[in-house]
Structure formats: C-alpha cells, structure tokens
C-alpha cells in the first residue's frame, strides 16, 4: 500500500518578541509570522466544546453579516472540514488536499482551488488538518491564511470568522487566537460546556499577552435557560451575547445541508434568524472587550449546580 508523507514542517519553537512575554510557561505554541496579518477585515474566532454547535453558529453568523451587506470568509479549523457544508450543500475539498495535489507548491493553485462560493456570497474555506499524529494544526492555519494573503482574497473581505475544532488544549488549534480581534465562545448551559468555556478563557488569556485577540462574548447554544452560563459569567466577567434554544429547526437545517435563512418560514424560526442578525449587527458595531479570568477547576464544580 502507498503511503503519502504530508512533509510539514519542523515547527521551531521561537521565543517571544523583545519585550513581550511567552503565550504561557512552558508554552511550545506555533507563534504567528508578523507577514501574515489579516489585515483591515473584523475577525472572529468561534470556540466552544466539541459538538457544541460551532459550526452552526458560524456558518448562520456568516449569513447573517452577508445579508448586512458585508462581504465574508468563513475559514473551517477541523479535520473532519464539516464547518461550510451548509453554506455549500457537500463537504468540499480541503486546503491540505488540494496542496497535496500540486505536490505541496502553493504557487501552482488557483483561488478556485480552494476558496467555494456558499450562500448568499459568503467565501468559504476548509483548512482541514494533518493526518492523526503526523504534524500540528497551527500549520495548516498559517499555511491557509498565507494562500488567502497571496491571492489578495484578504483584501477584499470585510469579516473572516474561524469556526475553530473544540476544547484548546492545543497550540495548534490555538493559531487563529493570533488572528482573531475578538474570540467568542460557543456554550451549552451545563457543566462539561462551561468548564470548556473555562479552558477556553484560559487560552484566550494566554494569547492576549502577545497578540491583539480579546474575549468578545458568549454564545448560549442548544439551551432552554442560561442561568449556569450567567452564573459563572458573573463570577469571571464574561457577558452573554446570545442566545439560541435548543429547537427542532436547527437540526433539521443541518440534515437539510441548509443554513437556517433558508428553511421553510415559522414563527420560532424567524425568531432565530432574528437573533443571529442582532448579534451580526452587534459585532459589526464592536464587541467590547472583555478582561474574563478563569477560574481553578475546583472552584468551577463548587459553583455550578443546585443547591
């Protein structure tokens, strides 16, 4: 059998800039080339536990600054380059795929090769990731970003939005923190959700020293009530952006291969579609930055619950 070796590179472990501190002690994270700014456009980096929704979220978030006007590139972080299916209608081609075709020499590629047309306008871009144990996530994130810069796609975009591969425990899948102005944290109102978010802030902090990345929000997903979520964004400074229940309609748009502005109209559907333009609109306008601390994972189990 042929076996093909994806030849990533060695990562180097750079330290930080003069004067600026490390992303965290004993941090070995792949750190941002200072050629690979994204630029004028607002981005965002969409976090949250794995299975969490984020894809969802960020692909009717995409549509929903597409109808504001805005033009828009929704960029897949995940191997498994599920996040523009909806925006798309099949799973395309990702870009270490297409890499592979041209033997790994970027110059070769045309924009179509890798960028897809998704509803409503939005560009759409599946980074997808390295065989398992092969090589590091945060390659095929600067890897992407430097095709998109190259092919002057960056430009002419007004919002690029991350849908990120769950919990961060990596620094690969930490990467776009380095591109990002605000993340956005994607939660359900229970325990295992909130003490991701927690890891999450954690990351978030981390990369905060170094690069101009700072917490924007939280996004309550698949949820009738928020009241943990509020809890323990009261304790560490978080604030709720939105909120999106847990309704039959979101998970027919996704077996539907559709994204929610797209489904057959009812009431509870418009009040979703509604509350994806708000917070579109919000973003645009400027989330405040937020100064959150995690909390000991302890203190997380002591908080939450019923007495």
Sequence with gaps: MNTVTIPFPDIKRPGPRPGARSDGEGSVQVQLDPDLKIGNAKVFAIYGKGGIGKSTTSSNLSVAFSKLGKRVLQIGCDPKHDSTFTLTKKLMPTVIDVLETVDFHPEELRVEDFVFPGYNGVMCVEAGGPPAGTGCG??????????????????????????VLGDVVCGGFAAPLQHADRALIVTANDFDSIFAMNR??????????????????????????????????????????????????????????????????????????????????????????????????????DLLGFD
């Design 138 to 163: 945060g390659y095929v994130v600067g890897q992407t970003v430097k095709l998109l810069k190259e092919h002057h796609l960056l430009e002419e975009t007004d919002v690029v939005i991350f849908d």
């Design 200 to 301: 999450i802030v954690q990351a978030i902090g981390a990369k905060a020293k170094n690069y101009n990345v700072r917490l924007g929000g939280v996004i309550a997903n698949r949820s009738a009530a928020t009241d943990q979520i509020d809890k323990f964004n009261d304790q560490i400074g978080l604030k709720l952006m939105a909120h999106f229940p847990d309704l039959d309609v979101i998970r027919r748009s996704r077996l539907k291969k559709s994204t929610l502005f797209e489904m057959e109209y009812s009431p509870e559907l418009e009040a979703v579609q509604n509350e994806y333009m708000r917070l579109a609109a919000a973003l645009w306008l400027g989330a405040e930055p937020l100064s959150a601390v995690a909390m000991k994972d302890r203190d997380i189990f």
